[in-house]
C-alpha cells in the first residue's frame, strides 16, 4: 500500500517540550537569515515543524503573521504559554498536525516557508520527505521562498555516531535545578537513518535524579539529494549555501541551507 505513513502514538517531543526550549531558545544564529528573507518576500509565514515556536515568536516580534506546524501537542501547548506571556504586533497561529499534509493550511497564501534545524530531517524516508517540501510548495504563493536547513552529512560527523552516549550539555532550570542532557547516536550509512537515544536528567538542591528517556528515528540527506527532491516537490529555483551568512556550502560547512523559489526567477 501507498501513501503516508501513520505518525507514532506517542509523540518523542512531548515529554521534553520544557527541557527542549530551554535547550534551544537561546539559539539566535539563523533567525536573522529568516528575517531578511521574509523581508523580502513578504509575510504571513510558516514553520513546517515549529516546536515550541522559538522562530515564529521572533517572526511575529518583528512585526510580521506566522503560522506554525507540529505534531507534538505538548510543544504547541508549551508554544502557547510563551506567546500568551508575550504578546507580539504580528499574529501567531498554530497548528497541530502531520506537516507531510499540504491541506492544513490555505494553498498559496504564504509569502515564507521554513523547515528549520534539521526538522525535515524528521520525515524518515525519501518519499516522505519529498511529501513534506510538496506541501510546503503548496502553501506558498507564486513568488514564495522556501528556506531548509539541514546539517552537512559529511563522513567524520557521520563516522562520529557511533552509538556512544555522550554529554550534550548543561542548564539551570527556573527552580534551580540543574538540567543534564546525554545523546547517543547511531548512523546507518546504507538507509541513511540516524537512531537518536535522548536522556534528560533534572538534579534538585537535594540532589534527587530524574531521568526522562526519549528517542527518535531522522533521515540524512545531502546537497544533491535535497536539490532533486525540491525539484520532485515542484520548486524551480534555488539556491544553495553552507552558513547562516549564506557563505558557499563546501566540504568542511556544518549546514546545508537552500532558499528555493517556487517560481524560475527569470
Known amino acids: 500500500a501507498t501513501g503516508i505513513a501513520r505518525m507514532p502514538a506517542v ?3 512531548d515529554p521534553i517540550a520544557a527541557y527542549y526550549d530551554l535547550e534551544h531558545r537561546s539559539f539566535t544564529d539563523d533567525v536573522e537569515l529568516y528575517l531578511q528573507f521574509i523581508e523580502a518576500a513578504g509575510d504571513p509565514v510558516l514553520e513546517l515543524g515549529c516546536g515550541t515556536g522559538r522562530i515564529i515568536r521572533e517572526v511575529a516580534a518583528a512585526g510580521f503573521d506566522s503560522t506554525g506546524i507540529d ?4 510543544m504547541l501547548a508549551y ?6 506571556a508575550e504578546p507580539t504586533e504580528g499574529q501567531i497561529e498554530l497548528i497541530e498536525g502531520d506537516f507531510r499534509r499540504n491541506d492544513l493550511v490555505e494553498a498559496g497564501t504564504f509569502g515564507v516557508a521554513i523547515i528549520a534545524l534539521d526538522s525535515l530531517l524528521h520525515a ?3 518519499a516522505d520527505q519529498v511529501r513534506v517540501l510538496h506541501s510546503a510548495w503548496t502553501a506558498l504563493d507564486p513568488r514564495g521562498q522556501l528556506i531548509v536547513d539541514v546539517f552537512n552529512p559529511t563522513p567524520a560527523r557521520l563516522l562520529a555516531m557511533d552509538g556512544d552516549l555522550t554529554f550534550s550539555g548543561t542548564w539551570t532550570l527556573e527552580n534551580g535545578a540543574r538540567l543534564d542532557k546525554l545523546v547517543a547516536q547511531n548512523a ?3 538507509s541513511q537513518s540516524i537512531d537518536n537515544e535522548l536522556w534528560y536528567e533534572v538534579t534538585s538542591a537535594d540532589g534527587a535524579i530524574t531521568r526522562t528517556r526519549t528517542s527518535f528515528v531522522q533521515r540524512w540527506i545531502g546537497a544533491a539529494e535535497l536539490v532533486l527532491m525540491l525539484q520532485l516537490a515542484g520548486f524551480q529555483d534555488w539556491r544553495v549555501y553552507g552558513t547562516y551568512d549564506l557563505d558557499p556550502l563546501d566540504a568542511h560547512s556544518d549546514r546545508i541551507i537552500i532558499a528555493a523559489e517556487k517560481t524560475k526567477t527569470d
Not at 71 to 74: A, D, K, L, N
Not at 79 to 84: E, W, Y
Open 79 to 84: 508554544a502557547r504559554d510563551l506567546i500568551a
Open 71 to 74: 505534531s507534538s501537542r505538548s
Open 124 to 126: 524518515t524516508t525519501q
Open 188 to 190: 546507518d550509512l546504507a
Open 11 to 13: 509523540n518523542p517531543y
